[in-house]
């Protein structure tokens, strides 16, 4: 009974405790993923060389890069505009141009996550986050959803904010991925591909995301499956949301808007993470005006913990940003998320203070 008690009183010290940290493209460029402003010339440029079963990936990158040029922010804007208005020669942007390059983006990340260089992630995920705390990230690969399982912190069933029936559960921190993840699929009619079938109160894209085997393998969950994904195969499209101008976090079909609850569910809850957190730590998030819902997160709302910045060079910018909003806010001692998270780790302390009594 008192060892029970004493566990429990520990858990509800460290929870109480909690830290929530914010994720963006910067925390990830250590693992070899991409900084925005440079992401679509080196998008085009694998897609070039790259082949693909059902896409002329080459064709497009060229056609896209002639049209757009190579900033990923216009080329998705310079898209979603043509989509919109109906410009010229927009259905085949919509039908083949698009998508092509959404499932480019998708292979060429798992292609870097398949070199696991993410060694910031692996002392992130071993040394630095506790139980209770949640991660929200704004970044769509998956190396460090895989270093938190390997750790022994989370599970793909009920880690990422919502449930996925069948796959295993009992995380001890949250991965809140508010721009989507590359292993999440949408798919269209359940799997149906022909014959009858009725459209149920999960509408047309169903109620979560679906993940694929070979996903699932790249988490390292062998031999488990999800049983939302077909295994003969189906239509369906990435829930990632872009960075566009107009962000829409729904997907428009003749039932009405669907999966509008699923994404607002997700950013109640890292609402809630950074109202209750003790301290926020921004890692590589630039806190930029494209992205309004997550700037929100930060600059509105109850947000009574202190936030840390390690942000590179725009750490200034940023502190300048939440002070001016009444936050508590100071800029790390590192500010590159690699060297944070080396400083944060007790091996590191220790090595500090053997140094400090070997003075």
Not at 161 to 168: I, Q, R
Not at 178 to 193: D, K, M, P, Q, R
Not at 261 to 290: D, M, T
Request: aromatic share 10%; charged share 20%.
């Amino acid at each position: 009974m008192v060892t029970r008690l004493l566990s429990n009183l520990s858990q509800h010290i460290e929870l109480s405790m909690s830290t929530t940290y914010i994720l963006g493209a910067g925390a990830s460029r250590h693992a070899g993923y991409p900084f925005a402003k440079s992401m679509g010339r080196e998008l085009f440029d694998w897609m070039k060389s790259a082949q693909s079963c059902h896409f002329d990936f080459a064709e497009s990158a060229r056609i896209l890069e002639a049209q757009y040029g190579i900033d990923i922010e216009t080329v998705m804007n310079g898209m979603q505009r043509a989509i919109r208005r109906r410009a010229s020669g927009y259905s085949l942007i919509a039908n083949c141009h698009k998508p092509a390059f959404v499932e480019a983006l998708r292979q060429w990340f798992c292609e870097i996550h398949q070199r696991d260089q993410s060694d910031a992630y692996e002392q992130f995920a071993n040394e630095v986050v506790r139980p209770g705390d949640c991660i929200v990230s704004f970044n769509y690969d998956i190396s460090l959803d895989s270093k938190l399982h390997h750790a022994g912190k989370w599970e793909v069933g009920d880690g990422y904010g919502f449930s996925v029936d069948g796959l295993a559960q009992g995380s001890l921190v949250k991965l809140l991925k508010l721009h989507g993840s590359i292993n999440w699929f949408a798919i269209l009619f359940g799997g149906v591909t022909n014959g009858p079938f009725t459209i149920g109160s999960d509408g047309a894209f169903g109620r979560r995301p679906a993940l694929s085997d070979a996903d699932l393998a790249a988490l390292g969950y062998t031999d488990v499956v999800d049983p939302r994904f077909p295994r003969g195969g189906a239509a369906a499209v990435l829930p990632l949301i872009l960075p566009t101008n107009r962000k829409q976090f729904f997907y428009q079909t003749n039932l009405g808007k669907e999966w509008a609850s699923f994404w607002n569910n997700l950013w109640r809850q890292a609402r809630k993470a950074v109202s209750e957190a003790k301290l926020i730590v921004v890692c590589g998030y630039g806190l930029y005006p494209i992205d309004r819902r997550g700037c929100n997160l930060l600059l509105k709302g109850k947000c009574s913990g202190e936030i840390e910045i390690c942000c590179g060079g725009d750490s200034d910018r940023i502190l300048a940003e939440l002070v001016s909003h009444g936050r508590r806010a100071r800029i790390a001692h590192e500010t590159r998320f690699e060297n944070w998270v080396a400083s944060r780790s007790p091996s590191h302390a220790a090595d500090a203070s053997s140094a400090t009594r070997a003075r």
